[in-house]
């Protein structure tokens, strides 16, 4: 966002696209571009910028913050995934809130008695609602594992800025899934030079449409094993599959 913003302001220019919004100032009305953003796809919401691209800046921009964050817990249910960065442009603050694109799932019912929350996110457990439904549903392999879900979800977002959500009621739970594209969010550091090994895979195979596990040896540095576990977290993630077998076994990318 700080390179939209400097870009903006060398060109002379600072307007508004379908994806940011510009805020002089905190006003309700920015919680419906909030939802909208949430519902249809990422944005940014610029705070300290006027709708004619004027940069006027924040005068107490912690204060902002907290105001912000209060509407949007307070007001929007499910809680959006969101993020607040603070920039510093010709010595005058402005505030992006970045909202992304989420899918949310709803389980009606609360936790199971005697379920706690760390049980819930950090445990393998299982407790069927339905016990003949999901035997039925575990034998037609609509279900992998029992008790494996919550901990799959999270690893599948492990290289990830944003992270799902649980948010937790007596009358259901909610899993809150943020949409993301593999390769663009991934969790590098500011100048980019860290990549992560899942990612130099999956560039790997985006490019080679095949590999094998030598080549991913090759690439990372990794020894057999290491490299046999990070194939089969790709795959649980439903990133790529395994084709043929014994020493024809190779990797191919799932398309979206």
Do not use: W
């Not at 105001?67 to 809680?79: L, V």
């Not at 393998?124 to 999901?134: D, G, T």
Request: with cysteine; proline share 3%.
């Amino acid at each position: 966002m700080e390179l939209i913003v400097k870009r903006g302001l060398i060109m002379g220019e600072l307007k508004e696209k379908k994806t940011i919004e510009f805020k002089q100032e905190f006003t309700p009305s920015f919680l419906k571009t909030v939802s909208a953003f949430a519902n249809y796809g990422d944005g940014e919401i610029i705070f300290g910028i006027s709708d004619d691209g004027e940069l006027v800046g924040i005068k107490n921009i912690d204060q902002l913050k907290l105001a912000i964050e209060n509407a949007i817990n307070d007001t929007i249910e499910p809680r959006p995934i969101y993020t607040l960065k603070e920039t510093i442009m010709d010595n005058k603050e402005v505030l992006t809130l970045n909202v992304y694109e989420q899918l949310i799932i709803h389980s009606q019912g609360g936790l199971p008695d005697g379920v706690t929350k760390d049980d819930y996110l950090n445990k393998n457990i299982s407790i069927p609602r339905n016990s003949i439904l999901a035997d039925v549903f575990h034998r037609l392999k609509l279900i992998e594992r029992f008790g494996t879900g919550v901990r799959r979800i999270r690893q599948a977002y492990s290289e990830f800025k944003e992270k799902p959500l649980f948010d937790f009621s007596e009358q259901s739970i909610s899993v809150i899934l943020p949409c993301v594209k593999y390769g663009d969010t991934l969790n590098l550091d500011i100048e980019g030079a860290h990549i992560s090994d899942d990612e130099k895979v999956m560039k790997l195979i985006r490019s080679e449409k095949l590999i094998t596990r030598k080549a991913v040896q090759e690439i990372t540095g990794l020894g057999e094993t290491q490299s046999k576990a990070l194939l089969n977290r790709l795959i649980d993630s439903g990133f790529i599959r395994r084709v043929g077998k014994g020493r024809m076994t190779a990797y191919e990318r799932i398309e979206a």
